[in-house]
């Protein structure tokens, strides 16, 4: 059951939008960047939701109204594979209102969804929504602050400051559980090679403690940020929700900035898992991600909460340059190591993509020996996870490729959403050439190419000496 406190009627003459999460309500509800859309939105016309698991995305949640009866809907796309369900909606539903798409893969490339839009919003939409609202067709988009519609040689993506909190949300139960989601930074002081994050919500944001939520409805909060424990004052807010009563959830974590006093809290807030994300158990290749967590900084923190937590999850990935067997059995060693202080571990390992606008964006998928080795790699771990009892959570390789062609791709891979076979895109896995235009190159994210392009560079010449 949801609480729900923008819900409105509708009445003639007020427009109604709808905004689609084409994706489970446990991913959309729990994301709070809709949570501010859908609140703003209600302030001015009527918004209702659609998401993939209620009425297969047809109808909204609220009213059961079919997505056709709207005049406008705006797509949320948080993941390439997200795709696919959203061609289905538009397709299924007959919409022929104006569709317009945004989201962090739009800010991304949204290249391969130009036949299925009328228009992009690369960046955060907040406090943008009313001046767009009263435009009629896609041509009056182009030429906004922030819109690509096909047409535009250059956009340059949009950020908000952070101010005041929404102090109401929909409470629905989520992927953090039934909580109040409190959005207390953007954007991420780190620089990891691999990540879209840092690159498209630069610059990073922190929000002031006076201007966050103590919400009555519920007694969970859910802290979000690409990084909350680089908040300067994570420990305070964390203290202050404890202090309140509150069960709090940190959306991740970093093992580098986990004192035993933060653990301590956490403990306190009534966190059961512990999820880290060390990415690779090499000094080496984390050198090479930039992640700069030793094996060693892993360890101490896993032994200081040993007493702490009921579970560890650690996030990995594969396929990366350089890689040996031997730096995939090492995920493993690392995990049994752990299991000495934290019985209870499950590990996430994922195949590198790499991404656009990442110093990685010219990388092949795979890394050398390609999907083969992948393969064999995934195995591997699958095998000796069971050994060690490991719970280990297997990744999709054929959904990854399909995320690397889409997030890589043009225009021509559109075929490819509607159901053509992947090996015909298989083109979009390889390497790139530094000098090549990229599909992508007309977003401005405020980065120099040149400078990605001198990042790249000294990383492979890292990963050569390895
Ligand atoms: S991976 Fe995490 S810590 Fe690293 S830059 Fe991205 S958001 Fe920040």
Redesign the pocket.
Known sequence: MEFNPFQRRFRKGVKKVALVYPNRYVGGIANVGLQRIYAELNDFAICERFYSDVFNGLRSLESGTPLSEFDVALFSLQYEMDYFKAIEILKKSGFRGLKIAGGPCVMENPKPLLGFFDAFFIGEVEGRLEEIFYVRSPEELSGIEGFYTGKEEKVKRVYSRLGKHLEKEIIGEGAYGRCFLVEIGRG?????S?????QIYAPPRWRKIEDLPFPEEVKKVALIA??PT?HPSFKEILQLFVEKGFEVSPS?L?ADNLDEETLELLKMANVKTLTL?PETASQELSEFL??DISPEELRNVVEICSDKFEKLKLYYMIGLPGESFEDVLKIVYQAKEMKNFIPRIEISVNPLVPKPHTPLQWLSFGGEGGLEKLRMKIEILERECVKFGIEFSKPDLKEFILQAILARGDESVSGLLEGENFRKYTRFLEAIEIEKELPWDFIDHGYKKQRLAEEFEKLIERVEKI
């Open positions: 991420c002081v780190r620089k990891c691999f990540c879209l994050v840092r690409p990084s680089d991740s970093r994300a930039r992640k």
